[in-house]
């Protein structure tokens, strides 16, 4: 009798629990469209927060265009005028690429994207001369005499005649 009943009692079991299984199925089948579409939308989502974060900015713009047509050291001497002077470092920008040019900086993008923008054309000593020029400072030449003394060229000519 046992067996008769454990074989009855089995047979409605597994019944019920194959319904359960089907709708536990159907449940987990169904959140996992829910976790899969919650996981799309946070990827698009983010997806469009670095879309609108890549856009640079014009002065990211301004720093890749004078990067490539500046020698390193040059450029990095362009920097500490930034930090040190921003008046100096807007008037030397306006010299380089006037407004202009500055309108169309998507297009030098796009030149140099294309390898039609020339890289290295200014160097360091071309930066210092404008430098120098803004500042209005003029070249100075000046003569040392053997016992140590410097003078500059205007005044050693002039004691000198």
Do not use: C, W
């Amino acid at each position: 009798m046992t067996d008769s009943e454990d074989d009855s009692g089995n047979s409605k079991k597994p019944d019920q629990n194959q319904f359960n299984n089907k709708e536990n199925i159907e449940v987990d089948h169904e959140l996992e469209k829910l976790r899969l579409k919650r996981m799309e939308s946070l990827l698009r989502q983010q997806q469009n927060s670095q879309r609108a974060s890549a856009v640079p900015s014009l002065q990211d713009k301004i720093d890749v265009i004078l990067e490539t047509i500046m020698t390193p050291d040059a450029f990095r001497y362009y920097k500490e005028i930034q930090t040190k002077d921003k008046a100096l470092y807007h008037r030397i920008l306006q010299f380089i690429l006037p407004p202009d040019i500055l309108q169309q900086i998507d297009v030098l993008l796009t030149y140099r994207a294309q390898g039609m923008l020339r890289a290295n054309i200014l160097d360091l000593i071309q930066i210092q001369q404008l430098e120098r020029k803004i500042l209005g400072i003029g070249p100075k030449i000046t003569v040392k005499k053997r016992d140590g003394d410097s003078t500059d060229l205007n005044s050693f000519l002039k004691n000198n005649k």
